[in-house]
């Protein structure tokens, strides 16, 4: 049936969906034609783009190209709010589904209709503490599973055009940041070095990796940087990735004067290591300062902390101050993006 649909090349396909879904325009009674660019594929058309319906064209960003085009109707799917007839809160981790319910009926509940659903699932796990530690890493309860050779914990999560396997048991990795790490790497210019200070599975590291970043990526979980290594092959960015395992101070006299971007996504203590940032940092060098505070000034504690770091040896310059998410009750969670010039 012809709907307007968004036209992207198929290389774009991801992020463009990413975006749709982002402002949620993506028509889901429709499939999306994947058309290859030959004639034996039965697309419509030929011409190797994707055409993603959308229900606003009005609402697609502008820089999107809309056309009308025949889409395939989709049979309808049952979703965990058909079953349990009102919408759960989840978030999908690849084919694991992550919930955080207090009651264990609740909790028993939806991972059922999870379960039943015709979302692509093999585990629901519920969030049994706040993250932990050094390592950031919660404690999990297995709801359901379906008993595979793999640990209910792991799976391949896809973000952005890029696959990262994760045991969530073992590495912090949080899907709603997906957005946010974007924004980061969309500002990597080839050929830059990029110091990803706390990295895990690498979610930062890889896709600046790819987007033509030197990486250095750190991280004191030996398991993390484990699955970094992996990650990094499977995403065919190993040559452009060093990895550490260690506190990442321990790296200050070995990259000193290196980096032209830092990542520092270690919210509630990255200000901490504001030396080791300034360390680290070359002439000019940007920084990504990920924090969680109250909303009165969720910004000042990064920003003082690199200024005391920087003394006057470094000019430090907010560049954008940026609401990630609300963490809490009046609490949120920010990146503060500032650079650092060396004063002569
Ligand atoms: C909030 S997680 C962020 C991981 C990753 N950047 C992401 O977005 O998924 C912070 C990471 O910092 C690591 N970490 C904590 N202290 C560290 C230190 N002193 N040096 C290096 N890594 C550290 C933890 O093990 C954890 O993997």
Redesign the pocket.
Known sequence: MERPCVVVARESGETARQRLAEADVIDQEFGIDVSDGSAASGAAEDDGQLYIPVTDPEAVPEDLEIERHDVPARTPQRTPADLLGEEPTYERLGDVVLVDEDGPERAAEIAEAIMESDIPVRSVLNRDSKVKG???VRDWEVLADEGEERPPTETVHREYGHEFAVDVSE????PR?ATE?NRVVEQVEPGEHAL??????G??AIPMADAGAEVVA????PE?IEYLRENAERNGVADRITAHVG???ALTDEYADWADRLVM???HTAAEFADAAVAFANDSAVVHLYDIQHEDDPFERGREALEDAAGDEYEVTTLEERVVRSYAPHELNVCLDARLDRID
Do not use: K, Q
């Open positions: 050094e390592t950031r590495v912090y990795f949080s940041l790490r990803d200070m706390f990295t895990g599975a979610p930062y750190c991280d004191i979980n993390a506190d990442v101070r996504n270690l919210p």
